[in-house]
């Protein structure tokens, strides 16, 4: 069996990054933002992978990194039954128009089209060369994106209803708060 995983690795050296392989046949590749689209190609068309579906795709916020977003692929072969997991680590960059993005999979998985609306409804990752990329889980006229940790939980509208006016009233949502004097007692000694 370590030869087989030798002769991938000699396969797909060009692509990677780091490969993780588990007791339970589950392959981890961690790919460069730049080499996805190339490398995914590869795994669905060669004969050694044989990959057919895209079957989810996660994104994961680390706050504390320099690569501060994760996402993760889940590819999956029929043939061969297996999986195989692609980790790429987003850079941050201030040219772009949004600031992070990856190159869309949706010309190669008809799946990817809804989910990677998902993430970039939730998390803002822009996804280019997308067919259809808006969103579909939060309003069209809703600012920001709730799964990342700069959003405030209450979010930036309230919305209620005027009995004078017989309507539905939106409106910035103000959050004050009465200043407070500690006193910085410990109540535990």
Same mark, same amino acid.
């Not at 409804?121 to 006229?141: A, Q, S």
């Given at each position: 069996?370590?030869?087989? *995983?030798?002769?991938?690795?000699?396969?797909?050296?060009?692509?990677?990054? #780091?490969?993780?392989?588990?007791?339970?046949?589950?392959? $981890?590749?961690?790919?460069?933002?730049?080499?996805?689209?190339?490398?995914?190609? @590869?795994?669905?068309? +060669?004969?050694?992978?044989?990959?057919?579906?895209?079957? /989810?795709?996660?994104?994961? /916020?680390?706050?504390?990194?320099?690569?501060?977003?994760?996402?993760? $692929?889940?590819?999956?072969? @029929?043939?061969?039954?297996?999986?195989?997991?692609? %980790?790429? /680590? %987003? &850079?941050?960059?201030?040219?772009?128009? $949004?600031?992070?993005?990856?190159? +869309?999979? +949706?010309?190669?998985?008809?799946?990817?089209?809804?989910? =990677?609306?998902?993430?970039?409804?939730?998390?803002?990752? *822009?996804? *280019?060369?997308?067919?259809?990329?808006?969103?579909?889980?939060?309003?069209?006229?809703? #600012?920001?994106? &709730?799964?990342? #940790?700069?959003?405030?939980?209450?979010?930036?509208?309230? %919305?209620? $209803?005027? /009995?004078?006016?017989?309507?539905?009233?939106?409106?910035?949502?103000?959050?004050?708060? =009465?200043?407070?004097?500690?006193?910085?007692?410990? &109540?535990?000694?």
């Amino acid at each position: 069996m370590l030869n087989y *995983y030798l002769l991938i690795y000699k396969i797909v050296y060009k692509y990677i990054n #780091k490969v993780i392989i588990f007791d339970n046949n589950q392959i $981890y590749f961690f790919v460069d933002v730049n080499r996805l689209n190339d490398f995914v190609f @590869f795994l669905k068309n +060669s004969l050694l992978f044989k990959i057919q579906s895209l079957v /989810d795709i996660a994104a994961i /916020d680390w706050i504390w990194r320099v690569d501060r977003y994760s996402i993760y $692929y889940n590819l999956f072969s @029929f043939i061969y039954n297996y999986r195989i997991f692609l %980790i790429i /680590d %987003i &850079p941050i960059f201030f040219n772009y128009v $949004y600031g992070i993005g990856v190159e +869309s999979l +949706s010309n190669l998985f008809n799946s990817a089209n809804w989910l =990677e609306r998902e993430v970039w409804d939730l998390y803002g990752i *822009y996804f *280019y060369n997308h067919i259809d990329l808006r969103r579909i889980l939060t309003d069209y006229g809703f #600012k920001g994106f &709730p799964f990342r #940790k700069d959003f405030p939980l209450t979010g930036f509208k309230e %919305i209620r $209803y005027d /009995d004078t006016y017989k309507i539905i009233i939106s409106e910035d949502l103000k959050m004050t708060q =009465e200043y407070r004097a500690f006193t910085f007692i410990n &109540p535990w000694k």
